[in-house]
């Protein structure tokens, strides 16, 4: 599967963004699609995971900030964020779960000024 990420750019604080991933190839066998992040100096962290079933799960950090959600009839997972913080700056990347391999796409850089 390929993973096309886009949506990201720079907001003040308080303000949202919408970030895609558009998906193409087979997604036979994948088990959930991710949204994480890497911060400058930092590891890359799951920010918001839903799984084929629908189930989401979210990191403590944004939890009742951002929406996963998932569109299959256009091929696209989105990362609703609302009331951005400085400390949500990072580069964005999607993620697509099968089995023990991860496919990830190119990242996309949200930036959050105070």
């Known amino acids: 599967v390929q993973l096309q990420a886009s949506g990201g750019g720079l907001v003040q604080a308080g303000g949202s963004l919408r970030l895609s991933c558009a998906y193409s190839?087979?997604?036979?066998?994948?088990?959930?699609w991710g949204w994480y992040r890497q911060a400058p100096g930092k590891q890359r962290e799951l920010v918001a995971l839903i799984t084929t079933r629908g189930t989401t799960d979210y990191a403590d950090s944004v939890k009742g900030r951002f929406t996963i959600s998932r569109d299959a009839a256009k091929n696209t997972v989105y990362l609703q964020m609302n009331s951005l913080k400085p400390e949500d700056t990072a580069v964005y990347y999607c993620?697509?779960?099968?089995?023990?391999?991860?496919?990830w796409g190119q990242g996309t850089l949200v930036t959050v000024s105070s």
């Open positions: 190839g087979s997604i036979f066998g994948i088990a959930a």
């Open positions: 993620n697509a779960r099968r089995g023990l391999n991860d496919n």
